[in-house]
């Protein structure tokens, strides 16, 4: 979508960036946000409205650091790339994979900003919690949200999918990211709505709205 045709960012998401902006750093001087949930469930528009209430963040997309052999198995690139340079104040220089040339590309610069977004499947992994400042999860179940990936990419990756849902499945199986969330997003007819997450807490300057409990997962 055209950046200029994206809706300007809701009351919750405006709160929760600036909730954001109060966080320690957590990765030498960022604040690492991590932005994660099963694919298709709304991460990318979400996480593009974060990063516009914040003024410009940088995002890192996990689709450019997987690639067609590594689903899930990219954490060592992700630290050494990324977490690392980053942690020492550091630009970062990560190659981006280009998923129809079944290539990575030439290196990308991410610098060290106050608040780095990274979005993505996986995003909430043990070896990246350690890192971030704040964990948030979007709240939709895994079947309706692998039908909307579906939907949204069409037949062409109807081969992708069938092989991507049970990468998914082993990987939550093994390396589950929300019950260590900090806060729930939730996408809303308009907006969203932040809810507190089975590892967070609600203090009295953390306006958050209140839900009808969790829906079921996988």
Not at 136 to 152: Q, V
Not at 159 to 188: I, K, T, Y
Not at 200 to 216: H, I
Request: glycine letters at 12%; aromatic letters at 6%.
């Amino acid at each position: 979508m055209n950046p200029s045709l994206r809706p300007a960012p809701g009351p919750a998401v405006r709160d929760l960036a600036a909730r954001i902006r109060r966080l320690s750093p957590s990765c030498g001087p960022v604040r690492l946000v991590g932005v994660d949930g099963h694919a298709g469930s709304g991460k990318t528009t979400f996480t593009a409205q974060l990063a516009a209430a914040l003024g410009g963040a940088p995002v890192l997309r996990l689709d450019d650091i997987a690639s067609h052999d590594e689903l899930f198995e990219w954490t060592g690139r992700l630290l050494d790339q990324v977490v690392g340079p980053l942690s020492d104040g550091r630009t970062a220089h990560y190659a981006p994979y280009d998923w129809r040339a079944r290539r990575f590309g030439a290196p990308r610069p991410l610098p060290p900003a106050p608040v780095v977004l990274v979005e993505g499947v996986g995003a909430g992994r043990r070896a990246l919690r350690p890192h971030l400042a704040l964990l948030l999860w979007m709240e939709l179940p895994c079947e309706e949200a692998w039908a909307r990936g579906r939907s949204r990419d069409g037949e062409e990756q109807r081969e992708f999918w069938n092989g991507w849902v049970p990468a998914e499945r082993r990987h939550f199986a093994d390396d589950p990211s929300r019950p260590f969330a900090d806060l729930l997003v939730r996408q809303r007819e308009k907006g969203y709505e932040v809810l507190p997450g089975p590892a967070g807490s609600v203090g009295p300057d953390q306006p958050l709205t209140e839900g009808d409990g969790p829906p079921a997962v996988c």
